[in-house]
Nanobody, 124 residues
């Protein structure tokens, strides 16, 4: 059973930075795709960034490209989301997901495992 635990959320001012972590356990993630999604109140969960665990290929949503960076540490089974130049529109609960797939995935419905989420609030 895969378990994902996010951390690192908080309150930050516009233009600030945060780094989210997603600690994964329960599997060897060599053949997994992992990603970050976010959900604001009243809105659907939307794709933010994804990474292929084995090769490290990454993919970003246009609205975070150049501001956010996804990475992973294979030694500790941890995925990170470094967020810079944060804007109030980035306010949401951020979730990490995992799927047994060798590539990157941008559709939330294709992810099998999810963490509990971590709140990110950007004040104007």
């Amino acid at each position: 059973q895969v378990q994902l635990v996010e951390s690192g959320g908080g309150l930050v001012q516009t233009g600030g930075s945060l780094r989210l972590s997603c600690a994964a356990s329960g599997r060897t993630f060599r053949s997994y795709a992992m990603g970050w999604f976010r959900q604001a109140p009243g809105k659907a969960r939307e794709f933010v960034a994804a990474i292929r665990w084995s090769g490290g290929s990454t993919y970003y949503a246009d609205y975070v490209k150049g501001r956010f960076s996804v990475s992973r540490d294979r030694a500790t089974n941890t995925m990170y989301l470094q967020m810079t130049s944060l804007e109030p529109e980035d306010t949401a609960v951020y979730y990490c997901g995992a799927a047994e797939f060798q590539g990157v995935l941008t559709e939330a419905s294709l992810y099998r495992y999810w963490g509990q989420g971590t709140q990110v609030t950007v004040s104007s």
